[in-house]
């Protein structure tokens, strides 16, 4: 069974490949479609997935206070991106 760490592993490879912004419908449709990640694991992954970058984004209300690693897109609505920093 997946883990977690495994789902935001596949979540940063899918935002990457969109040169590093994404919308949440772009990030499921990848993680669905070409991770090698069971979504079936997960009652709902999208809510899995936007979890995992709320919760590792201070543009998030719901930001746990460490690895910042995802941005909101300005003047966007489910637009994510990733910071510089997670290479």
């Known amino acids: 069974m997946a883990r ?3 789902l935001l592993d596949v979540t ?3 935002i990457k490949s969109f040169d590093g912004e994404a ?8 993680v669905k479609f070409k991770s090698t990640l069971d979504v079936t694991i997960w009652g709902d992954f999208k809510a899995s997935i936007r979890d995992a970058i709320e ?14 690693l995802f941005y909101k897109v300005p ?3 489910g ?6 920093t997670t290479g």
Do not use: C, H, V
């Open 55 to 68: 919760t590792r984004s201070s543009d998030s209300e719901r930001f746990r206070g460490k690895d910042d």
């Open 23 to 30: 919308q949440l419908e772009e990030i499921y449709d990848w």
């Open 12 to 14: 940063i490879q899918a």
């Open 4 to 6: 977690a760490p495994e």
């Open 79 to 84: 637009w994510w991106g990733m910071r510089k």
């Open 75 to 77: 003047n966007s609505r």
